[in-house]
């Protein structure tokens, strides 16, 4: 409910393939989220993530895949479906959640690795560490962590400040790399979704409900619409 009225929409997850050191994202895969045929449970993004992987994976077979996302993703059966599609992960990584205790431990100890470096005018640290557990339902799943800020050199203010997990290990050499590869999720949301939403795609118009699925076809028809101009 919403000002007294009830709202109806419809949530759809889409996947892009990019490259950090590159302007143009692809849009690849989409899939709605909606109650599957045969299940009593509604849909969840979870849940639709597990049935896109595939798909993206199939449509990329040859590629070697980094799965980039965001902190709802750091749970140990999204993982293992990463580690099924034979896929990497770059995940966000904050709160209060098993692997950040064990960071504060090693802070505390001082045990971390670090990297400086400039770019742009600004201070750029990054700090890392290897074989964390993931959390204590999934013991079995090591994954490795790091963090990154940067500093504004004249006005000493930090400008960004982000921390993940990956599976891929991590060194002084590839630092820098994991950080940018990190860092460009934000074009899937500027050059993907912001352009369906805001640049004349209308991909939030509402076309109403449909007896079934008239609203999950047009968005995906939506999303053809824009591969097909890239």
């Given amino acids: 409910m919403e000002n007294g009225k009830q709202q109806y929409y419809h949530q759809l ?4 393939a990019l490259h950090p050191d590159e302007a143009i994202v692809f849009s690849i ?15 969840c993004e979870q ?3 597990k049935r896109l992987i595939p798909k993206a994976r199939a449509l990329l077979l040859e ?3 980094i799965g980039v996302f965001d902190a709802l993703y750091d749970t140990g059966p999204h993982i293992k479906c990463l580690q099924d599609a034979n896929m990497s992960y770059i ?13 504060a431990k090693l802070r505390q100890k001082e045990e971390f690795q670090s990297l400086t470096w400039q770019k742009n005018g600004k201070t750029c640290t990054a700090y890392f560490t290897s074989d964390l557990i993931l959390n204590g339902s999934h013991t079995d799943i090591k994954t490795n962590y790091f963090e990154y800020e940067q500093v504004d050199n004249k006005t000493n203010e930090i400008v960004f400040r982000g921390s993940w997990i990956t599976d891929l290990p991590i060194d002084k050499k590839n630092l820098a790399e994991l950080v940018a590869v990190a860092r460009a999720r934000w074009k899937i949301e500027n050059e993907v979704f912001n352009t369906l939403k805001n640049q004349g795609y209308h991909l939030e118009h509402n076309y109403g409900h449909g007896h079934k699925y008239l ?6 028809l939506t999303f053809l619409a824009f591969l097909s101009t890239k």
């Fill in 13 to 16: 997850l889409g996947s892009a």
């Fill in 215 to 220: 609203a999950t076809n047009f968005a995906l």
């Fill in 91 to 103: 995940i966000v990584c904050k709160g209060q959640n098993f692997v950040q205790l064990q960071v």
């Fill in 63 to 65: 590629e070697k895949l």
């Fill in 47 to 49: 849940s639709a993530a």
């Fill in 29 to 43: 895969a989409c899939e709605a989220i909606v109650q599957q045929g045969g299940c009593e449970k509604n849909d």
